[in-house]
Every structure is written in C-alpha cells, then in structure tokens.
C-alpha cells in the first residue's frame, strides 16, 4: 500500500501530539526538528475549525441531550466556554478529529490517487492562510475521491506552486545531474530510476521528478521533468488523450508569445502536432500524444497488445518546449510564432535560420511550403518580408535576392537552375555553395513563381509513410540588402540573411527495401541526420571540435547552429501511437536542441564615410551658388534702380520723348548683353549637374570672375550715368545763357519769312528746344515705339518724331484718328 506524503505527515503529527502531551519538554525539538511547523499549526487549526463546525451542524440537525454544554467559537482556539472540563473535552476531540482524518485516510484506495498534474502557471502571491486552505481543499479531492473507490481515475490538477509537498505520493528528487551521457545512456538511467520506482508495476502512481542543475552556459527552464510509469486502470490514458480522462486547463487558451533574446541566444524549439491521417484512422491507430498549456508535449506509450504480461502498463514522458502547436493549429499561428520576429530581425542585418525535423510524413514540408489553400512558413515568410521592404522603401534601398538549393543523397544541387552538383566552399561569409543561382527578387509573386519552379525541380518519392516524401533537404535562402543614408550622410549596408529549411524525413529501413534506391536514399537522409544529432550533441556539450564536416547538410546548417543567427527549430509529429518511436526519437532531439547557444552577434552592417574634404568642397559649392544667386538678385535691384535714376533724370533734363521711351523699355546694356548672351556672366554649367563634376575651385574660379565682370559691368553703367548727367548740366547751363542775352517772345520764337516769301513749315517753329521741351504732348511719347534717331546729343528731335509718326503705327494711326495725307 501506498501512502502520501499528506497521510505520512497526518500520522507524524499525530505521534508529536501525543510525545507533547506524555513530555511537554519536547514542545522546543518539535519545533526545531519541523521547519512548516506554523503552516501546519494553521493546517491543523483550519481541520478543527472544519471538523467543528461539520460537528455543530450535525448536532444542530439532531440535537443531543446537553446541547448547551458545548458551543464553539469562530475560531478554533477561542473556546467561549473556557471552564477546565470542557478544556480537556475540546482536547479529547481535536484528538478524535485527527484521528478520525488520519483513519479516512489511510483507508483510502490506492486506485484513487492515480495522477498529478502540475501546471506550470504561476498565481498571484497568496497569504499563507489560504495556501493552506487551498492545500486542504486539494486534499478533500484527493481524499473524498476515494468515496468512488474502484479502479476510476482521478485526476487532480492543482498549481505547480500552491501545492504542498505532502501532495506528492512520492518524489525522488535527483541531487545532481549526473555528467553529459550519450543519449541513449540518458535514457536508460531514468528508465532505471522509473523501474525501481515503479516496481512491480503496481496499481499506484509513481511520479519521479527530475531537477536538472544548470549545465555548463546553458539557459534552465526551471521545469521539473517527469517520468512516469503506471499499470493498471491509472498511468497515462488521460495524457495520451485518447478519449479518456481529459483534463481541460484555462491556460490552454492563453496565447504563447516567444521573444527573440527573451531567452539569451539559444535556439528555440517549437513542436508541431500534426492530425491524424485517414490511413492512420482506418487502421485503428490511437492519439499517443497531447498538448496541453501551448508549451508542453504528453507522450504515452501504449502497451504492445500482444505483450500479456505488460498490458497494462502504459509509459509515457513529459517534454516542455518553447511553445507546442497542437493538431487545430493553423498555418499563420505557427509562423507567427516561430517566425514572424526573424524575419524582423533579417531587415536590420542580422541572420535567421528555420528548420523544420522530423520522422517521414510527420508534417515538415506541410509546416515549411504548405499548400496553395494553406500557405506555409516559407511563404508567409516572404509575403511578409516584401511587406515590411515596401513599408520601408521610402527610407532606404532593399535589394532582395533568393536561392534555392536541396542536398539530395550527398549533393547539392541547384533547384532554381538545375544542372551540375554543385561544391561547398568555406569563405568569409560562411560556407557557400559555388556556382549557385541568386535571383534578384522584386514581388511576393515572382518570389511564389521561382519556389514552385523549384519544388518541382524537388526530389520527392511516394515512400511507405509519405506519398510524397521529400528524398533531399532543401534550403531556401533569401538574402536581404538594406542601403540607407544617415544623418551624417554616411551610407549604411545591412545585409540579413534568412534561410528557412525543409529537411527529409527519416524512415526506418526496412528488410523488404535494403537493395532499393529508398532505402540508400533513406541511409543517405539518415547519415546527414545523425551528422546533425552529433552536432547538436557537440554543441549542447560544449565541445571545441563540432563535426559539421559529417555530412553536406551540416556544412550547410553551421551558421544556423553554431553560428551567428537567431535559430527556430520546428520539430513535426506524428499523433499516431505507430509511430511512437519516431515521436519519441524526434522529442528527444528537440529537447536536447533547445540547449544549444548560438554565438553572440551583431548586425551584419557596414557603415561607408564620406570623406571630410569632400563634403567640405560640396559645402563650398553650395555657398558659392547660393552667394552667386544673390550676387544676381542683387545686381537686377540695382540696375533697376539706375534705370530709374536715368530715366527720372533724362525726362528732366531731355524733353524727347523718345529717348525716355527708349531708357524705359531698352534693356540696360548689361541685361541686353545678358540676353544675347546668358551664358556670359555665369559659367554655362553653374546649376547644371555636370557642374558637380567639375573641380569646385575651377567653379570658384569661375564664379570669382562673373563677379569681377558684374562689377565692371555696373562700374560702366555709373560712368555713363555721370556722363548723362553732366551733359545734362551743360544742357541747362547752355539754355540759361541763352534766355540771358535774349527775351524769348513768340515773334522772336517765329522764323523769318524768307525773302521768297515761301512760308516755312509749321513744324519748323518748334526747332527751339526751349519751346520742344514746353509743347510735349502725350502723342510724342507714345512714339517712344519707333526706332531711335539719335541727334548729336544722343536725343530726339521733334521732327524725328513726325517723321517717325508717319511711318510708327501709333494710335493716331488708329480707325477713326487716322491722318489725313497732305
Ligand atoms: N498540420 C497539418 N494539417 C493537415 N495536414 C497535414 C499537417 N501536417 C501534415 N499534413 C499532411 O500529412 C501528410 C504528410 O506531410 P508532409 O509531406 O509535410 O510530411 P513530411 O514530414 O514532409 O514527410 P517527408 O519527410 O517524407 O517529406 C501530407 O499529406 C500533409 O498534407
């Protein structure tokens, strides 16, 4: 018979009370000799109050002779009738209570306690009052269970943290990890601890528990690992979730959320459960393993039916991961998951690696290309990548580029561009397969086109497990290239990689097919798989010398494992208890792959200076430019303004119109020279882009002498101004002489007539400039239009003003002030 740990600690307890009440001295060793001694004081306290009060209610339902004599309190220790009598008979019943417990259960039937499950959730920190309330509730379970009694399995599923040590029927608590074991050691040593646990397969369950310390550089989970071997109507039918017993947990529906870097830089290792196949159905094969709380994997074993001395018994084994996918999962939930933050990390330079392990058939190539309906991780891989480098594109460059090659029996080939194998070559970027194909990527689609070209270049052989097993491991590669500008005008080159592998499937050989192509391709997929077991063990172990040289595909995976990269493995199952040995095999490898750390690293970036001289001279360029343009604004303002001052000055000193006209709308010499010539004063190729390739002191150069000719060019303009301006001077001068030595009258103004009598033309009185400059006429100045005949004075004369009238379309040549010839 077995006992719990609870029924041990019930009857020490016992044994104490009754030590305390024959020597009181012993009350101090007690104490010292129990560290939960004040829990359990609450525990027992509680079981009184408990037992108390169940007591009032039945004597309240049937009420004694002398019910009076005994009332209690709220509280077990405050007895309100506190005389010396009922002392001893509150004492003389606590001591009955426990008894009484201690009685029920050690009575209880084995079959009962059949299975604990801890759930990993942490609760919020309660006080120890209802710990030990929650403890004795898990008891009640446990105990009143019992009332069903017969082989019925009960399960008790209780937090990891509030439940009692006493709980445990038994625990076997490894002290030390014992050193680094080939697997297959490993395995036998717990295999052993559970025999001699399990003994002779009894009805009881037996839980062992293993605390692993923390191996060398290795992350610890915290998690206790369990083995557990049953017989008879309990063990692990529940877990093996065949319909039986199935425990329902609130965390199964809490989503599970993995952070790259959450867990330092090891790998993280996904399980993904795949459904059972309808050929796996109709040959009556059952679920051997369970997901429960998205984390972690049930495996059972079920006993061969045929095997009449185990029938009974069921082994099982208990594994945790990163997260667990179970069979409703959906493709975007396992990429979201596992993959979705690589891809993240790819854009800014660092390297990513997924590969998917497994037995044939168990889901790989489902997991990694999935269908057209379903689209799995390679796909939404990319989809994704090319959504995330058109979101960015406006802050940078992105070049995508792709391979796709499969290791097939040995080989690498090429599956974009297939031909001759090609050879591995180790160089700085890693190892690298000469001569492969990189296609530079501009769409998803286009990315879609070139995997499904490739997937039909694909070895795949229908095989006993999988109509259309994958022979060959295939690795697709996108390489992503990020250029972008910083503040500093520095360019930034982040190149990430993202390789996301399918591997072949392991298939047992069988005796039938030893001299098939399967069964070399099958030793072949096996060789580079147990290559890559050896490397995972090396890795896990610490070991200097890793034998990546094994096999190709292990060649082609040393980044991914042992190099700078964020790796996710994704291990595919199978749920059928047929492939059981396969499940185990794969579970074991994950689990010792979550151990392995990949390097330290940083992104993949190179940061290109631009020289400081150069974007000096750049920067000169600019203030040369833009110091020129106002050079030029400025110019324009002044030449505008000297025309003014002429124009001002010319209508003030010169009456013809013409030549006012002619200031006002003739460009100034410097303007029409501009126009004749624009290219004059500034180099031809000032603001043009060849100019940037033109040496900048050559610019300056150039620019230093545009200035000099503006200066010139204004220098010449303030003579002729002052010139104009002395002439005008002289002009005044010469007519305030004039009206000195003579009064102008109008007779005086009036020719002589000629001798001949021949009259002159009117237009010949107005020959005094005097009188010019008094009868100008809105009609002279319209004539500004007409070509400029220039006197002596560089000014126009009336007559030239007729004279031009005639031939100058002005508005008195207009309809209706047309003159009349004479
Ligand atoms: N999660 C899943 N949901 C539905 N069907 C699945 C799932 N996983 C796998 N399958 C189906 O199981 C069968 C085998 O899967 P798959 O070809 O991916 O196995 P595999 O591990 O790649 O095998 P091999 O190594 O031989 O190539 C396929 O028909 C596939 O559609």
Sequence with gaps: MVATRSQVNVIQERNEMRDEQDNPNLGNRHQLRNPHHGLKEKMKALTQLYEQQKQSSISLRNPSPKPDKVRFSTHPSVDLLSSGSCKQESEKRKLSVVENQVMRENSMPVSTVSKTYILPQQPPPQPIAAVAEDAKENIAVAVDGGGGGGNAEKIVVMRENSMPASMVSRTYILPQQPPPQPPAAAEDARDKVAAAVGGGGGN?????????????????????????????????????????????????SEGVTVKLGSVGSRILVFVRLRPLSKKEKEVGSRSCVRIVNQKEVYLTEFANENDYLRLKRLRGRHFTFDAAFPDSSSQLDVYSTSTSELVEAVLQGRNGSVFCYGATGAGKTFTMLGTVENPGVMVLAIKDLFNKVRKRSCDGNHVVHLSYLEVYNETVRDLLSPGRPLILREDKQGIVAAGLTQYRAYSTDEVMMLLQQGNRNRTTEPTRANETSSRSHAILQVMVEYRVKDECNNII???????????????????????????????????SLLALSSCINALVEGKKHVPYRNSKLTQLLKDSLGGPCNTVMIANISPSNLSFGETQNTLHWADRAKEIRTKAYEANEEITKIPNAETDQAKLLLELQKENHDLRAQLARQQQKLLMVQAQSLAAASPTPSTISSILTTPPTSCRQKERKPKSFLPRNCFTPESKKKAPEETVKELKQTIKMLEAAMEKMKKDHGLQMKQKDDLIREISQKGGKRVVTKGNLRPKETETGELKSPSSRFMSPAVRDKKRSFWDITTANSPSVVTLNGRKTRSHVVKELAAAPSMLLQPGFARQKP
């Excluded at 290795?218 to 109507?233: C, F, I």
């Excluded at 047992?508 to 097919?513: F, L, P, S």
């Excluded at 001299?515 to 391709?521: A, I, Y």
């Design 493 to 527: 080159n982040r190149v990430g990689k993202l390789s996301l592998i399918d591997l072949a499937g392991s298939e047992r050989a069988h005796a039938t097919d030893q001299r098939t192509l399967r069964s070399l391709e099958g030793a072949n997929i096996n060789r």
């Design 204 to 252: 009881g369950e037996k839980i062992v528990g293993f605390t692993c310390p923390p191996r060398r550089g290795v992350v610890t989970t915290n998690v206790v690992r369990k083995l557990s071997m049953g017989g008879g109507g309990g063990g692990y039918a529940a877990a093996g979730g065949g319909g039986e017993g199935v425990v329902k947990n609130a965390a199964e």
